[in-house]
C-alpha cells in the first residue's frame, strides 16, 4: 500500500515530534531515576451490566473475580474486581439508574488495557473469544484487540511484562 505525499510528510513531522521529545525527556535505563509509585492497583472501567461483565472476565477470559462492593461514592452502585496477575486488578463500577450512555473514546478517556498473558494461554484464549463470536484485530502475531461487553478496547498480548513486540519498553 503506497502513501501519498502529504501522508508521508505528516508522518515526517509526526516522528520528528517523537525525535524531539525523546531527546529531552527519555533517559537510559542506568541514568533512569526510580519510580514514586509501587505499581498500578487497579483500573476502574464502567459495567452497564454486572453479570454479564463477570461472566465476559470470568467466564470467558478466565479472569478470577476477587471482590463485589457496594460503591461508597454512589449508593446502589457496585465495585468489583478481577484478578489479572501480578498483583493487579482490573475494577469496574457500575451506575444503576444513572444513564452513562454508551461507550465513546474521549480526549483524556480510556484508549484500550493491554493485559500480558502466557503465549499458550493467549492462544487460547484466542480460540475461546473466536468461539463464541467475540470480533478480534490481531497484530504481530501477539497482540489481539476486541471489545467488551460494554465497548472497552481490550488488549491481550503475548509479551511479557515491560516489552512490546520485542523491544523494552520498561
Known sequence: ?????????????FEAQRER????????PESRPQSSARGLHHTALVSSDVQRTV????????????ELIENRDYPGSSHFFFDIG???????????????GPYREVLGGLHHVA???EPTRWEALRVKLVDA???LA?????????RDPDGARI????????????????
Open 133 to 135: 463470536g467475540i470480533e
Open 55 to 66: 461472566e465476559f472476565y470470568q467466564g470467558l477470559l478466565e479472569f478470577p473475580l476477587t
Open 21 to 28: 521529545l525523546r531527546a529531552e525527556y527519555l533517559t537510559s
Open 155 to 170: 488488549e491481550l498480548i503475548a509479551d511479557p511484562l515491560g516489552e512490546m513486540y520485542g523491544s523494552k519498553v520498561l
Open 115 to 117: 493485559i500480558s498473558v
Open 138 to 146: 490481531e497484530h504481530s502475531d501477539v497482540s489481539l484487540y476486541f
Open 86 to 100: 501480578n498483583g493487579n486488578l482490573l475494577a469496574f463500577f457500575d451506575f444503576p439508574g444513572l444513564d452513562a
Open 1 to 13: 500500500m503506497s502513501i501519498t505525499a502529504a501522508e508521508q510528510e505528516r508522518s515526517d513531522h
